[in-house]
């Protein structure tokens, strides 16, 4: 089983709309849990961290269940420039693990 | 503050030649990582430092790639008798691991696109 799982989407959706992705990690000692986002041909840059109680930053809402080991990513009033690959990442002590991402693409 | 960098940013290479790829992480970040991933898929780990010790090579793919760490600071990845199906992004991260109450994220420098003919 892998440590972090995403779907690959791609989620194809209109401007404005609102768009949620999901995550689940297999270790529940995971320290810490990030959202990232990756552009095409570019490096992985930090969206937000996610925290137990959940935290929003803008259009973007992440939240975690430690008890169902579930992170989530809610987009809201999505713009074109949202269009990229969303990474799934939990640190475990000093390694990072990475889910394969979700493809989001949003259209005019 | 500067960020990650790495060099080259391309590198085309002939198969069986040996490559050196460069990370500069950024000032005081302790802990550095090496990751490829070749085109549309996901990161692959290959080796993370702490300080100038390596605690887990784990995801070297085979005993054609080494890494070093040197002053824990820049870190140089090796890749001898290349072949093709090394072809892809090396990315290296750093992080400032061990900070208190921090979540301790990852920075990403640009990536090495290393092409193997």
């Known amino acids: 089983r892998k440590e972090v799982e995403q779907d690959p989407g791609p989620f194809n959706v209109p401007e404005g709309a609102t768009v949620a992705f999901n995550c689940t990690y297999s270790?529940?000692?995971?320290?810490?849990f990030f959202w990232y986002r990756q552009d095409c041909r570019k490096e992985p840059k930090l969206l937000m961290s996610v925290y137990s109680s959940g935290n929003e930053d803008g259009r973007f809402t992440a939240q975690l269940n430690r008890a169902s080991q579930y992170i989530s990513l809610l987009i809201r009033d999505s713009k074109l420039s949202d269009s990229a690959t969303y990474l799934c990442v939990v640190r475990n002590f000093n390694k990072f693990y990475f889910g394969s991402g979700t493809k989001l693409n949003v259209k005019p | 503050g500067a960020g990650v960098s790495q060099s080259p940013s391309n590198k085309v290479t002939e198969k069986g030649k040996d490559v050196e790829l460069r990370c500069d992480p950024i000032s005081g970040h302790t802990a550095l990582y090496w990751y490829r991933q070749s085109l549309g898929q996901g990161l692959e780990f290959l080796i993370y430092?702490?300080?100038?010790?390596?605690?887990?090579k784990s995801g070297l793919p085979s005993d054609r790639f080494s890494a070093e760490r040197t002053g824990g600071s820049v870190s140089t990845l090796t890749i001898q008798r290349t072949q093709q199906e090394d072809s892809a992004v090396y990315l290296c991260?750093?992080?400032?691991?061990?900070?208190?109450?921090?979540?301790?994220?990852?920075?990403f420098g640009p990536g090495t696109r290393l092409t193997v003919l």
């Open positions: 270790n529940s000692a995971s320290q810490s």
């Open positions: 991260a750093s992080s400032p691991l061990g900070v208190a109450g921090g979540p301790n994220e990852q920075f």
């Open positions: 430092f702490q300080g100038n010790s390596a605690p887990d």
